[in-house]
């Protein structure tokens, strides 16, 4: 028998319908829940069923939202302003509406509600957890905790794994020590934060700058937040293995005790 069952539901947000599913280990009693906050692009929820197999398997609801205007939920995918302000800040009252499904559900202890979010969502979940008293604490893969300008400017001169990057890391690291915050910064949010938060990182990342976004954790930790990360050594964006020849893309190993192990403590604790 499968260790969970699989629901597909759907609820109200802030001016939109959300439909997601909704991942339940069986068994009676209330668990720990965490809503998955995806990245950028246009994915259907199924996307991030590897983690929310694992996550459900550790005794954890998780709710997977279809994005905004995409698969079953209503409103429009922006794609010209993806990362600017105000869509970012849209996008987290979807957030703030998953949150506060899972934290009515009569199997959902109330307490116990997190996010569980991926790149983009380094951005957009602070900004939901500073709106939303019910997320509890946080958990992120591979998610900036820098501004946009710098991610952007990493990307570009890594190649944000297409493969066209203009320096070597060693360089881009030297640049983007020149470089000054602007445009959305999580660190800001971040800064009002005081609930419990982990990122997992990957060394090879091409897409958000594991140095820059780990010496603002550590300045955070620094100021008492309990905010704590893991870097994973040769693994890229969303922690996929580098250098492996294969055509698909595979999650490395080592990275899962880290993050479940994290997750199982916050849902018992």
Do not use: C
């Not at 990122?199 to 990342?205: A, I, K, V």
């Amino acid at each position: 028998m499968r260790a969970y069952r699989v629901e597909r539901v759907s609820f109200g947000g802030a001016d939109i319908e959300i439909a997601a599913w909704v991942y339940v280990p069986r068994g009676v009693g209330s668990h720990a829940a965490v809503v998955v906050v995806p990245g950028s692009a246009p994915l259907k929820a199924g996307f991030y069923d590897v983690w929310a197999d694992r996550i459900a398997r550790r005794g954890l609801i998780v709710v997977v939202p279809d994005k905004r205007g995409i698969g079953g939920t209503g409103g429009l995918f922006e794609r010209d302003n993806n990362g600017s302000l105000k869509n970012l800040t849209l996008l987290a009252t979807d957030v703030v509406a998953a949150v506060r499904y899972a934290a009515r559900r009569t199997d959902v202890h109330q307490a116990r509600v997190g996010i569980v979010g991926f790149s983009q969502a380094g951005w957009v979940g602070p900004i939901a957890a500073v709106q939303a008293p019910e997320i509890a604490f946080m958990a992120y893969v591979t998610a900036p905790t820098v501004s946009g300008r710098e991610e952007h400017i990493w990307s570009d001169l890594r190649g944000d794994d297409r493969g066209n990057g203009t320096a070597t890391r060693a360089q881009a690291e030297q640049v983007l020590d020149t470089v000054r915050a602007g445009g959305v910064d999580a660190r800001s949010r971040l800064a009002q934060l005081g609930i419990p938060g982990f990122w997992q990182f990957g060394s090879e990342d091409n897409s958000i700058p594991t140095r820059r976004s780990v010496m603002v954790l550590d300045s955070l930790q620094q100021q008492g937040h309990p905010f704590e990360y893991d870097i994973v050594p040769g693994a890229g964006h969303l922690i996929v293995s580098r250098g492996r020849r294969t055509l698909i893309p595979s999650i490395v190993p080592e990275s899962w005790a880290p993050l479940l192990t994290w997750l199982s403590a916050r849902a018992t604790s």
